[in-house]
């Protein structure tokens, strides 16, 4: 049996989601908060948290304070541009960059110049189609993209049987290609989600949007939208070289 990837197996855990869940939902929290909302003992929570940070989920900074005294650690999702040297966030976009450099060089007859998603093109789509195969892939997800190019396909779910008891675990997924997205700073945007035939088979919608907007609030995961497996569709993969 092939390793599973390394997001795979910070992923799979339900402590962890439901921990990454309540950040993202609720915004800046301690450890204490969250261990109270997710009923571990806190330094179990501690323990969840620094694998999540680790992998460049979760962020942690001190409390701001004039008194005396140890400040709290807050913990926030990660989102938005990270822009610092070296944060984990963008070492993992320039990393997903590399290794698809690598692999068109190692396949070069492959065809270049296809459409992307919602038909941008350039170094910037590209860089963000590079990061977001990057993370699927490391996520354990099989996904493929709509010939028309405005969604995502993502088959057999990884996470099937911890979404059938938390399906809000569909939300932390989509949140999370939002980010990658936002972070490989491109035109592309995530606003929608389609779970209607989850966990088999749920479906993203992707948008062209000015860069600027990457401030602006994600949209919360929403819309059935008719027949979203009306294309053949092509391979994520193949589509990116």
Do not use: W
């Not at 003992?41 to 460049?56: F, M, S, V, W, Y």
């Amino acid at each position: 049996m092939a390793a599973q990837p390394p997001s795979y197996k910070t992923l799979a855990s339900l402590s962890r989601m439901n921990l990454l869940y309540q950040l993202q939902s609720r915004g800046t929290m301690t450890v204490n908060d969250l261990a109270e909302a997710t009923g571990l003992h806190h330094n179990t929570a501690r323990e969840h948290l620094d694998r999540l940070i680790n992998d460049g989920f979760v962020t942690c900074a001190p409390e701001a304070r004039d008194s005396k005294g140890r400040p709290k650690m807050l913990y926030s999702a990660a989102g938005g541009v990270n822009t610092e040297l070296g944060s984990i966030r963008s070492r993992k976009i320039a990393a997903a960059q590399e290794r698809a450099e690598q692999l068109r060089r190692m396949l070069p007859l492959l065809p270049v110049g296809q459409p992307t998603l919602a038909g941008c093109t350039g170094p910037a789509a590209q860089r963000q189609l590079d990061a977001l195969d990057d993370h699927l892939d490391q996520s354990g997800f099989d996904a493929r993209m709509a010939a028309d190019g405005d969604q995502l396909n993502l088959h057999d779910c990884p996470y099937s049987e911890m979404i059938r008891e938390h399906p809000e675990v569909c939300g932390v997924h989509y949140r999370l290609i939002q980010g990658v997205l936002e972070q490989a700073d491109g035109p592309l945007r995530a606003v929608g989600l389609n779970l209607s035939n989850a966990p088999h088979h749920c479906v993203i919608d992707v948008v062209a949007a000015p860069a600027a907007s990457a401030d602006e609030p994600a949209e919360e995961p929403a819309g059935t939208h008719t027949d979203p497996s009306r294309a053949a569709p092509r391979t994520f993969r193949d589509l990116r070289r």
